[in-house]
């Protein structure tokens, strides 16, 4: 990570030929008119505003509530608690453990499963194949949809009477049938194959812009210094799309710890289904209303997510710095 | 002059090289198109399902099963759906938060975007980096705050019937355009930073002002940019569950993707209702990303582009 001071040197100053443009830039800063000064403050203001009031403020606020007891009802009713809201979801909230688990494997299987499908599927339609736009199109299309829709999409085709599944495998209408969103043993796997159908697509869109962007002299650089196709893709093609990686492993990461309409679709997060970001809506919306517990798991969603940010957030602009 | 036989050479070598990859092309693409034959029907077959049930009538399922061909096939359901279920109620919602959602975003990021990206200022990169990780973070960490800052956030009861912000489209929509402003900063900072600066040099000398430069030369420049922006958040915003199943307690101001789930326990046993909901909630996304597809791809793949 690049140190503060670095960061907060304007880009224009470090631009080759950056010397001409900070003179001028300069220049024009002292040439701004007492007008001007209004208007740019205004242009600033007012966003930083809304976002420092409804997104790095609530933010302030989840850290805040996590230490205190409260209904959500009265503001004079809000109690210091210390950490016993860490306590309690650590040490006896059952679903809390579960759900850190869920969410694990959740990011395990986007990362082993979807994304390298995604990369695959790119790949092979990268290359100029016949009827390459319309398998893109039809690869891409779940990406358009919400992942709400998707958990009723494959609602219908898990379902254990009716859905196609259980007819394709034989099973429907027999005991044996089995429920896929509702039995608690199988339900993660078949929510998690439904979000891949999604992933996946997106995937391939990113590394299909990524591969077109990989310069042709490599590969034929490659190719003459008679590397096979696997040996280009891996040790030339891959290294080359580092941005879109960088880019992919972020997305990846944070659509895990996301993962919440479809789970909460299908039965609110319950069951099997414990991710940690349900559970927190579950102690706000539930009976009760225990603010503080949902704050302390907002907390713990909020410290693990802090992570892919910071390394997104210190490789875009560090390197904007360094260029 | 001298390197032209080297290159020549070079080139020689490089049409070998792809020759010899030409000559083995038709095998290895074989195995190609099975797979990817395989993989796009497995995709198409959810899809595909939600539609085959939702055109056939109740009647024809519960006396062929929902596993035939038998029976007749209309549009029964899909008038249902409109009508009786709600979705004519539920679309208008959705209209009625995504487009001054999608506005808001692209204006108040636009009129952000300029000023870090065109002004010489100390923060610039620092309120960049706050924009761009507002949007990164999971909405659930900042759903219980910002539920309690609309319930204790007390208005006219003739402004909303519940007495405070919540049950309003208004909160759905500033904290919609709150949590994608990031992103479209982010963007559209990277996109007019590309822009010369030569440009608004000239319009400095002119006169011009913060305004006009803002205005007359960088806006209309930006314009793919808004295109591919304003594609991908018709269909962030259009396609977002969260917002309103925190904000929304009136089941009919909820717009149509967070309706669907409630359809789901009222028509439990009508799975034909269901899935045409579905895929009447299905069919404006389908029609912009047709019509608009490479805006859509385009604003993707933008963010992504300056990783």
Redesign the interface.
């Known amino acids: 990570m690049s140190s503060t001071a670095q960061?907060?040197?304007?880009?224009?100053?470090q631009e080759p030929g950056g010397g001409r443009?900070?003179r001028?830039?300069?220049g024009?800063?002292r040439?701004?008119?007492g007008?001007?000064k209004v208007?740019?403050s205004?242009?600033?203001g007012?966003?930083?505003l809304?976002?420092l009031?409804?997104?790095?403020?609530?933010?302030l606020?989840?850290i805040g509530?996590s230490f205190t007891r409260w209904n959500?009802l009265d503001?004079a009713d809000i109690r210091p608690a210390g950490t016993e809201n860490y306590q309690y979801i650590t040490q006896d909230y059952p679903p809390f453990w579960p759900a850190v688990q869920h969410n694990f494997m959740w990011l395990l299987f986007l990362a082993l499963i979807a994304t390298p499908l995604g990369l695959l599927?790119a790949v092979?339609?990268d290359?100029n194949?016949r009827?390459s736009k319309i398998?893109q199109?039809?690869?891409?299309?779940?990406?358009?949809?919400?992942?709400?829709?998707i958990g009723?999409?494959?609602?219908?085709?898990y379902?254990r009477d009716?859905g196609?599944l259980n007819?394709i495998l034989g099973t429907?209408g027999t005991p044996q049938a089995v429920d896929w969103f509702g039995d608690s043993s199988v339900n993660i796997w078949a929510a998690m194959i439904a979000a891949t159908?999604r992933h996946a697509?997106?995937v391939m869109?990113?590394y299909l812009?990524g591969l077109k962007?990989v310069d042709p002299s490599l590969r034929?650089a490659a190719?003459?210094d008679g590397a096979n196709a696997y040996q280009t893709f891996f040790r030339v093609v891959f290294p080359a799309m580092?941005?879109?990686n960088?880019?992919i492993v972020?997305i990846t990461i944070?659509e895990s710890?996301?993962a919440?309409?479809v789970v909460?679709?299908i039965n609110r997060g319950t069951n099997g289904l414990e991710m940690?970001?349900a559970l927190?809506?579950q102690n706000?919306?539930g009976e009760g209303q225990v603010?503080g517990v949902?704050?302390a798991l907002?907390?713990v969603?909020?410290v693990i997510?802090l992570v892919?940010?910071v390394f997104?957030?210190s490789?875009?602009?560090g390197k904007?710095?360094r260029a | 002059m001298s390197t032209t036989p080297a290159r020549t050479v070079r080139t020689g070598r490089i049409q070998a090289a792809s020759a010899q990859r030409t000559g083995s092309m038709p095998k290895r693409h074989y195995g190609t198109h099975i797979f990817l034959l395989v993989m796009a029907v497995m995709w198409l077959i959810p899809l595909g399902w939600s539609l085959y049930t939702a055109l056939r009538p109740v009647a024809s399922t519960n006396e062929h099963g929902y596993f035939s061909f038998a029976g007749d096939f209309n549009f029964d359901n899909f008038v249902q759906a409109w009508t009786q279920g709600g979705f004519a109620t539920y679309f208008w919602n959705s209209v009625i938060i995504t487009v001054p959602a999608v506005l808001l975003t692209l204006f108040l990021a636009s009129l952000m975007a300029f000023a870090v990206s065109r002004v010489s200022w100390k923060f610039n990169v620092t309120l960049l980096i706050m924009f761009t990780a507002g949007n990164l973070l999971p909405p659930q960490v900042l759903a219980a705050p910002l539920f309690e800052m609309a319930k204790h956030f007390e208005v006219p009861y003739s402004f909303s019937d519940s007495g405070n912000m919540l049950n309003t489209y208004i909160i759905v929509i500033a904290v919609n355009t709150a949590f994608q402003m990031g992103f479209c900063t982010f963007v559209l900072s990277n996109y007019m930073k590309a822009l010369s600066a030569d440009l608004t040099e000239a319009a400095l000398v002119d006169g011009a002002g913060i305004w006009r430069q803002y205005r007359e030369i960088i806006m209309p420049l930006c314009r793919p940019a808004f295109a591919a922006l304003g594609t991908l958040q018709v269909i962030f915003i259009y396609n977002d569950y969260f917002w309103p199943l925190i904000f929304i307690q009136s089941g009919n101001r909820l717009p149509i993707t967070t309706a669907i789930n409630n359809l789901q326990g009222e028509f439990l046993s009508n799975y034909n209702l269901l899935a045409a909901g579905a895929v009447i909630t299905v069919i404006p996304t389908l029609v912009i990303y047709l019509l608009l597809q490479r805006q859509f791809v385009a604003g993707l793949t933008l963010g992504s582009s300056k990783g």
Not at chain 1, 53 to 59: D, F, G, I, N, S
Not at chain 1, 137 to 149: D, R
Not at chain 1, 152 to 157: A, D, E, G, T, V
């Open positions: 960061e907060l040197i304007p880009p224009e100053a443009i900070g001028t830039r300069g024009r800063v040439r701004l008119t007008r001007d208007v740019l205004l242009m600033v007012i966003p930083t809304i976002e009031a409804l997104v790095w403020l609530p933010t606020m989840s509530l959500g503001l599927l092979l339609l290359q194949i009827g398998y199109s039809i690869f891409f299309a779940p990406v358009m949809l919400s992942l709400a829709l009723i999409i494959w609602q219908l085709f379902q009716n196609l007819f429907a159908w697509g997106y869109l990113l812009a962007g034929e190719s003459i580092r941005p879109i960088i880019v972020v944070i710890l996301r919440f309409d909460y679709v940690l970001s927190v809506i706000l919306v603010i949902g704050s907002a907390v969603l909020l997510s892919p940010i997104y957030l490789r875009t602009f904007e710095n």
